[in-house]
C-alpha cells in the first residue's frame, strides 16, 4: 500500500477485497445523436423518470445513485403505468440499502453524521433480544439504530447490523415512507420473539425508556 505521502507500507492480510466502482451504460446507444441532456456520466431524468427528449424515459442505474436493483425496478413500473396514461412520480422518501455480508447491513434514509448533532439516536442490540440470541446472532455486535427528529421525533433514517436484517429492511422503509415518528414504532406490538422487536426497542431507547437495555 503507497499512502499520500508516497510512502510503502506492507499490512498482512488473509484476504483483499477490490472494489472499483461501477458506471452508467450510456455508451453505444447514440445517445448523442438523441440530443438527451446528461448529468455528468448520467442521463438527467425529471420525477417521472422522462428524458429531455420527448417519449424517451430512462431508469436504474443509468439515472444515477442509489445504482440498486429495486430502485431500477419502481422506476420502471412508473413509466409503464405513465406510458399506460396513469398519472404517477417518483419521489421515494427512502431506499434501502442492504450489504449481504456475514453479518448483514441495512441502512435505509440518514445515519447520524447525516442527520446532524441535534439528532436523537436510539440503538438497541441484539445481544438484548430473544430471537437474536436464538439464532446464536446475539455475539456479532448486532444492533438496530434509529435516527430521528430532535423537534418532532419524526423519523430521519434506520440502519442495522446482524443476522438475517436485510429481512427487516421493508418495515424500515414503510415507517420512513409514510413518516412515522418515534412514538408511533414504540407504540407497535412486535411478535416476541422476533428481530422485529429491536426495531420497537431502538425507538423506546430514542425516547429514552427501552425495557430489555
Do not use: Y
Not at 80 to 106: H, K, S
Not at 201 to 212: F, S, T, Y
Amino acid at each position: 500500500m503507497v499512502d499520500k505521502s508516497g510512502a510503502e507500507h506492507v499490512l498482512p492480510a488473509d484476504n483483499i477485497l477490490v472494489t472499483v466502482g461501477r458506471r452508467p451504460p450510456t455508451e453505444g446507444w447514440g445517445l448523442e445523436e438523441m440530443a438527451i441532456e446528461r448529468d455528468g456520466a448520467f442521463v438527467k431524468v425529471d420525477d417521472q423518470c422522462a428524458t429531455s427528449t420527448r417519449n424517451v424515459w430512462a431508469i436504474g442505474d443509468l439515472v444515477g445513485e442509489p445504482m440498486l436493483a429495486h430502485k431500477a425496478s419502481a422506476q420502471g413500473e412508473i413509466v409503464a403505468a405513465i406510458i399506460a396514461g396513469q398519472r404517477r412520480r417518483f419521489d421515494p422518501a427512502a431506499i434501502p440499502a442492504i450489504c449481504f455480508t456475514e453479518p448483514e447491513i441495512v441502512s435505509v434514509g440518514l445515519d447520524p453524521a447525516a442527520a446532524g448533532p441535534s439528532a436523537i439516536v436510539g440503538v438497541f442490540p441484539f445481544q438484548a433480544n430473544g430471537r437474536a440470541l436464538s439464532m446464536d446472532a446475539g455475539a456479532d455486535r448486532g444492533f438496530v439504530r434509529v435516527v430521528a427528529r430532535a423537534d418532532n421525533h419524526r423519523l430521519l433514517g434506520v440502519q442495522a447490523v446482524g443476522q438475517h436484517v436485510s429481512e427487516l429492511s421493508a418495515a424500515f422503509t414503510q415507517a420512513l415512507e409514510m413518516g412515522a415518528v418515534l412514538e408511533d414504532i414504540a407504540g407497535v406490538i412486535a411478535a416476541h420473539p422476533s428481530l422485529g422487536e429491536a426495531f420497537h426497542e431502538a425507538a423506546l431507547k430514542g425516547l429514552g425508556h427501552a425495557i430489555h437495555v
